[in-house]
């Protein structure tokens, strides 16, 4: 029972310090096997000590206490070619695709859907005019959690594999 409550609090703690991890991460980062991952992850939820979002084939795991409004930034800011972007975007403030393209060094087709998807998200929005130009729907949000997200470097890796693969 005893070493059960440990392997909770190592995976609580992974989570508390990186939001928005993925299964495999708590996975590698703690060393438990898949199975014993997967009980305490649906033990917490159950106790509402964690949230889980899902979608399609991907769960991303944060504390109960964060908002969860933030969620889809703090996702977002996992993959590498979004936070790439997110980062051009505050410093810039307002930028049209071009020189979002010409910043990340992405292909276009990787440039427009990642920007598709974050206007989906609701995380950036499209001021129209010629050209169009994208900006963050709230740059104060987003800035906080840039700055308060600490990605490791197996996340980086991960998620640029990944985001070779999936655009959210």
């Not at 033990?43 to 933030?70: A, C, T």
């Amino acid at each position: 029972m005893l070493r059960g409550v440990k392997k909770k609090q190592a995976i609580l703690r992974v989570i508390e310090s990186n939001p928005g991890t993925g299964f495999v991460d708590i996975h590698k980062l703690t060393g438990f096997g898949h199975g014993v991952v997967s009980h305490h992850l649906s033990v917490l939820e159950k106790e509402g000590s964690i949230r889980i979002n899902r979608e399609k084939r991907n769960i991303w795991v944060f504390q109960s206490s964060l908002d969860p409004n933030n969620d889809r930034i703090i996702i977002a800011l996992r993959k590498e070619t979004c936070k790439n972007i997110l980062a051009f975007l505050l410093d810039v403030h307002s930028a049209n695709f071009v020189q979002i393209h010409n910043t990340i060094k992405k292909s276009p087709g990787t440039t427009s859907v990642t920007l598709k998807k974050l206007v989906e998200l609701d995380v950036i929005k499209i001021i129209h005019g010629f050209p169009k130009k994208y900006t963050l729907k709230d740059e104060i949000k987003t800035r906080k959690l840039f700055d308060a997200l600490i990605v490791s470097y197996t996340d980086e890796l991960k998620d640029r594999f990944a985001d070779t693969f999936s655009y959210l």
